[in-house]
């Protein structure tokens, strides 16, 4: 009896002593090379996201993500993106090779699922819902990478549409992936990817798995980099003893002798609404001038740059957003070729996105950013604009820079501030029939000149009708001539019926100076528009580019399908090379 009592008061002293003896246990932690590459994707990851939903929201109809853009970065925002990209090909690769060298392939093992569908404690059930979220985003980094890779190549379209929408996909992923490791280990699960423990030696461990890891990334984006970079197109630009005639049709056989690029655009407004234009260039020198050859997908001619038309209350505009700086509807066709000695990404780094990408300068009107140069360079920009000089065989030779320093009225948003985009010496044949429109107008406009005969000014527009998506007149000439319009007046306005028509520009002279050095034809036929340029091979002053044996350039086209702004471009720079 005592033996007995004497163990139980020896069990139940046991019993109250195991609570105070009992180690505690200690929070889970994580490998290094685990956690290394964990933050190094999340962080890849995350600038790809946050930079993509930015050139996501500059787009023309994309509620959700210009809700976050307050939020968003702003600036450079392309190089960021690529490069994010880059980091992904690396994260990817490395992570893959230190499961393998880390015995650690295990740890996601489908198998472990199966749990799902037996009776187990609920830890364990999340646990099996964490291996299927890790699968899913798997997937789903392959699937962002397969459809950015084909944007980067310049397919757009459907393309664009499944990217944008993984990409939102993937933002969901981040708080779902964040909530089911909570639910199976609480707050400590979730902060074990900032404690590190060495990785568990065990027989499956190869040698140095980070390290070995980290080298096989390197090389996977280190090599891809590499396919970019060597696969990249190069306009030859042959040399011809014969000049090619300019007809506006690639007519000339001496158009057979220039080997031709074909450049995919894409992201576009308009287009028939697949935002897509494939462009061929073709270029020739004859020592003394270059000639380049344009063709390009537009569906319609364009010539209506912002026509305006008569109301009872006055003269209003026919598009609505031409306030904004940023009109899709009625506006003209363009093409706009940029040239530099940087082959960065985002049109030679110079494209900067955001409401206020310049602080302490005016902001942009239309909120979508500037093209400016950070390092002082100048980018040599040729652009046609079909209804400004261009049907008159006229270019206009601009740059983009370094931002300038704004003018009064473009402080006080009287004028358009537009970063470093601006115009070589010289002066232009064209301007506007109204007066500056600013970004709330919706009344009438003020009209600076009308039409000597109103009939015949009508008539010189040609068949058209209000469809903005309509093809205009191949003979129709949508700007009115200095010479047969006169200054308003109330009088003159009087002999002009309600309903009427008008152009919105104004030609008179010529240009000159630097912005007169491109002179062009072009044509429209068939769904394609085609443009011969010609300059003098050297250059005229400090915004231009000498097209020079043995000085490599970098040329970007953006094709504007009437639109003011919202033009279809590429991202990787074609090599010019200038032969002998």
């Known amino acids: 009896m005592n033996d007995v009592t004497a163990r139980t008061n020896a069990d139940a002293l046991t019993e109250r002593s195991l609570p105070q003896t009992k180690t505690r246990e200690s929070p889970p932690r994580t490998d290094v090379g685990t956690i290394t590459l964990h933050w190094a994707t999340a962080l890849a990851f995350v600038v790809s996201l946050v930079t993509g939903i930015r050139i996501a929201a500059d787009a023309l109809r994309a509620p959700f993500s210009k809700w976050l853009a307050p939020v968003l970065p702003q600036g450079e925002i392309f190089s960021w993106h690529f490069l994010a990209g880059l980091a992904v090909f690396f994260c990817g690769s490395a992570y893959v090779a230190y499961l393998a060298r880390g015995g650690l392939v295990e740890r996601n093992s489908l198998k472990k699922t199966r749990i799902l569908a037996m009776r187990a404690p609920a830890r364990l059930k999340w646990g099996a819902v964490n291996i299927i979220l890790h699968w899913f985003v798997y997937a789903l980094v392959i699937f962002l990478t397969g459809t950015g890779v084909m944007m980067y190549l310049g397919y757009g379209g ?237 270019v206009d030779s601009q740059y983009i820079g370094p931002p300038y320093a704004p003018t009064l009225d473009e402080q006080n948003y009287d004028a358009r501030y537009q970063g470093g985009y601006w115009n070589k010496p010289g002066r232009t044949l064209y301007s506007y029939n109204f007066k500056f429109i600013h970004r709330n107008d919706k009344g009438p406009v003020t009209v600076l000149r009308l039409p000597k005969d109103w009939k015949a000014q009508v008539a010189a527009l040609g068949k058209f009708d209000l469809n903005p998506n309509s093809s205009d007149d191949e003979n129709g000439r949508w700007y009115m001539f200095d010479r047969e319009s006169e200054p308003y007046t109330p009088e003159a306005d009087a002999r002009i019926p309600i309903g009427t028509i008008l152009p919105g520009v104004i030609i008179a002279g010529d240009n000159d100076g630097e912005r007169a050095n491109v002179t062009g034809v072009s044509r429209w036929s068939n769904g394609h528009w085609t443009l011969e340029l010609t300059r003098n091979m050297k250059s005229d002053g400090r915004y231009d580019k000498a097209f020079v044996p043995g000085r490599d350039l970098y040329m970007w086209v953006a094709v504007f399908d009437h639109a003011q702004t919202r033009h279809a471009t590429h991202n990787r720079p074609v090599l010019v090379v200038t032969e002998k």
């Open 158 to 394: 459907w393309w664009a549409y499944l990217h944008s929408t993984a990409a939102f996909v993937a933002l969901v992923y981040i708080f779902a992936h964040v909530a089911a490791h909570y639910l199976y280990g609480g707050w400590l699960q979730i902060f074990r990817v900032f404690r590190p423990t060495p990785l568990a030696i065990t027989k499956a461990v190869r040698p140095r798995p980070l390290l070995v890891a980290a080298a096989i990334g390197v090389a996977v984006a280190c090599g891809v980099a590499g396919l970019d970079w060597a696969t990249r197109d190069a306009l030859v630009v042959a040399r011809v003893s014969d000049a090619p005639k300019l007809d506006g049709a690639m007519g000339d056989p001496a158009w057979s002798r220039a080997r031709p690029v074909f450049i995919r655009t894409q992201q576009g407004a308009n287009l028939d609404g697949s935002g897509e234009s494939l462009v061929e260039v073709r270029a020739l020198h004859d020592g003394q001038k270059i000639y380049f050859a344009f063709r390009w997908d537009d569906p319609t001619r364009s010539l209506r740059r912002i026509p305006i038309i008569k109301k009872e209350d006055g003269w209003h505009v026919l598009d609505e957003r031409a306030g904004l700086q940023d009109a899709v509807d009625f506006y003209e066709d363009k093409l706009a070729v940029i040239f530099s000695d940087n082959p960065s990404l985002g049109g030679a780094g110079a494209t900067d996105l955001g409401a206020n990408p310049l602080p302490g300068k005016p902001m942009p009107i239309n909120g979508r950013g500037f093209h400016y140069t950070t390092d002082g360079s100048y980018i040599d920009m040729w652009q046609w604009k079909a209804s400004r000089g261009g049907m008159l065989g006229r």
